[in-house]
């Protein structure tokens, strides 16, 4: 079983900056792609920013630009660098994996996602 665990939200106001991170623990032989979502109060969870195992990038039109997803495969770690935070980035952020959980897994393409709990982030004046 693996952990995601987030951190790094908080309170911030328009025009600040935060850098999320999120770390991968437990039963993980390889990752695949990492990505963040965010769910906004009354709103669908959305897709924010993706990044493969070789460090290709995606991001969604509304955070293009200010946002930058990177990770440390060494350390299973993913980060969220959020500029320029305007109030409609004000969501819960949550990370998702896409892993193997061991060599047999692996080598069948049997692949498993897992998520955080996610993180509160608030821009506000």
């Known amino acids: 079983q693996v952990q995601l665990v987030e951190s790094g939200g908080g309170l911030v106001q328009p025009g600040g900056s935060l850098r999320l991170s999120c770390v991968a623990s437990?039963?993980?032989?390889?990752?695949?792609?990492m990505d963040w979502y965010r769910q906004a109060p009354g709103k669908e969870r959305e897709l924010v920013a993706a990044i493969t195992s070789g460090g290709s990038t995606n991001y969604s039109d509304s955070v293009k630009g200010r946002f930058t997803i990177s990770r440390d495969n060494a350390k299973n770690t993913m980060y969220l660098r959020m500029n320029s935070l305007k109030p409609e980035d004000t969501a819960v952020y949550y990370c998702?994996?896409?892993?193997?959980?061991?060599?047999?897994?692996?080598?069948?393409?049997?692949?498993?996602?897992?998520w955080g709990q996610g993180t509160l982030v608030t821009v506000s004046s």
């Open positions: 998702n994996s896409n892993y193997y959980s061991d060599f047999e897994s692996w080598r069948g393409h049997f692949a498993l996602d897992a």
């Open positions: 437990g039963s993980i032989f390889a990752i695949n792609a």
